[in-house]
Every structure is written in C-alpha cells, then in structure tokens.
C-alpha cells in the first residue's frame, strides 16, 4: 500500500518542524538527497499524485546515508567491529 499525503503529514507532524527534510533512496547504495520541490501531477492512471523532488543544484545529493539511518531503515544489517585478536610479539631482525 502506498503512503498518502495524510500519512505523510501526519508522520511529520511528530518532528520538530525546524528540521531538514531528507531523502532517503536505494537501498543497495544509501544516499541522502535534499528536498526542494513538491509537484502535484496525474499519474497513467488518471490518479493525482503528489512528488517530492531533490532539486538541480551539484550539492543537492549529499552523499552516503549515515549508517544508523541505513539500519532504521531495514537497508542494511547492523555492523559490528570484528573482535580483536591479541597483537603478536614483533618479529626478530630480518623478518624470521
């Protein structure tokens, strides 16, 4: 089911509205994107639906999404540092 311009308000209404708004896409290769444009349009359907573009300008895709926003999102699993092994003693003198 898709989401609609009432669920979207209604989820936004609970964020401190001085906030940026961010775009969040692909979930094989998190990027963040501003948002600059909302265009109300008819799809092939007939429908109206409502688009939020990211804008023209070069810095409109900010670049990775943070990690934490990646895992909230389900699109990636959440990463642990691989444990620590003991360091070795230092090689002797000539490498043996």
């Known amino acids: ?6 669920d979207l308000v209604k989820r936004l209404s609970a964020c401190d509205p001085a906030s940026p708004l961010r775009l969040a896409v692909n979930p094989f ?8 444009q909302v265009v ?10 409502v688009y939020l573009a ?3 300008n070069a810095d409109t895709q900010l670049g990775h999404l943070p990690p934490k ?11 642990q540092a691989p444990p620590r092994r ?3 003693s230092a090689r002797p003198a000539g490498g043996r």
Do not use: N
């Not at 349009?41 to 429908?47: E, F, H, K, L, Q």
């Open 86 to 88: 003991p360091r070795r």
């Open 54 to 56: 990211e804008g023209r």
């Open 1 to 6: 089911m898709e989401m609609t311009v009432g």
């Open 40 to 49: 109300e349009a008819t799809d092939r359907a007939g429908r109206l639906v």
């Open 29 to 36: 290769f998190p990027m963040e994107h501003r948002l600059e």
């Open 69 to 79: 926003v990646a895992v909230a999102l389900a699109w990636q699993a959440p990463v």
